[in-house]
């Protein structure tokens, strides 16, 4: 894995790219679902994806949106949620064509300068994710503070209708970093 950081940029997102920012979003994450499953995983929200699109256009709405860029080239996109000195990463992703390249470091950092007065960031990521725990505990700095499961529900998420009997698409980590200035 490049252990530099990429020379990026982040792009406000436009009304008029919403749209493909939405289905950007929802490739990537059903590419690592199938990365690590194979196609017998079914434990998606809606329509066959791992994300459902009211889950990003509420986070969207909720957050700040930005494309990253690379050389002018869309790679990916980041939705943050900032409160004072507490910011949530609601989502971060990388095409997976541009994987491995360090972008998703680079557009971490790149939040972090745009939000100094955050002391402390907070994201969650699928217990499968094994490249997401990777880079948020190796490259990022995060700590795994707690695990939800059927035993230790996420207590910001209503009862899913998509759940299945055991729980396992509800199987989450949680990660803080605390910033130390």
Known sequence: MNKEKANISLEPLEDDDKEQFIIDNQEAFNYGALEEFGRLYDNFEEDGQIIARDTIEKSIEEGEAYRIM????????????????????????????????????????????????????????????????????????????????????????????????????EEMFRFRKIIKK
């Open 70 to 169: 690379l050389d002018n080239e869309i790679v990916g996109g980041a939705i943050i949620k900032v409160n004072g000195e507490e910011g949530e990463l609601l989502i971060l992703f990388v095409s997976p064509k541009a994987h491995s390249k360090g972008i998703g470091f680079a557009a971490w950092c790149e939040i972090e300068k745009i939000h100094p007065e955050v002391r402390v960031w907070e994201t969650v990521t699928p217990y499968f994710e094994k490249r997401n725990i990777h880079f948020y505990v190796n490259r990022c700095g995060f700590d795994i503070v707690e695990f939800y499961n059927k035993y230790n529900p996420d207590p910001n998420e209503e009862d899913c209708e998509h759940s299945d009997d055991e729980g396992m698409d």
